[in-house]
């Protein structure tokens, strides 16, 4: 069983930088395949950042390249999302996400098993 717990969001002015942060707990945390999902309100939910197991490989949204940055804490079992140059689209609750062995797109939730409780991301403009 893996728990993940995500912290590190809050209220930001556009322009600005938080970085989220998701500890991870359960064996074979370099395995998982990691990722970052929001969920604005009316929206559905859609995937930000990813990382392939061992952190080898990052993925990004379109929406996020250049602005956010994915990476882990192998020894730490944590996960990380640096979100810099806000915009007040990128609000939404936060979530942290893990999975074992799969193919297929990297940013697609159907693929992941376990899920953090999310943190709120506000952006104003």
């Known amino acids: 069983q893996v728990r993940l717990v995500e912290s590190g969001g809050g209220s930001v002015q556009a322009g600005g930088s938080l970085k989220l942060s998701c500890a991870s707990s359960g064996p074979n945390y370099s395995r998982q395949h990691m990722a970052w999902f929001r969920q604005a309100p009316g929206k559905e939910r859609e995937g930000v950042a990813a990382?392939?197991?061992?952190?080898?490989?990052?993925y990004y949204a379109d929406s996020v390249k250049g602005r956010f940055s994915i990476s882990q804490d192998n020894a730490k079992a944590t996960l990380y999302l640096q979100m810099n140059s806000l915009k007040p689209e990128d609000t939404a609750m936060y979530y942290c996400?893990?999975?074992?062995?799969?193919?297929?797109?990297?940013?697609?939730?159907?693929?992941?098993?376990?899920w953090g409780q999310g943190t709120q991301v506000t952006v104003s403009s």
């Open positions: 996400a893990a999975a074992g062995s799969f193919t297929g797109d990297s940013l697609a939730s159907i693929n992941y098993d376990y």
């Open positions: 990382t392939s197991q061992w952190g080898l490989s990052a």
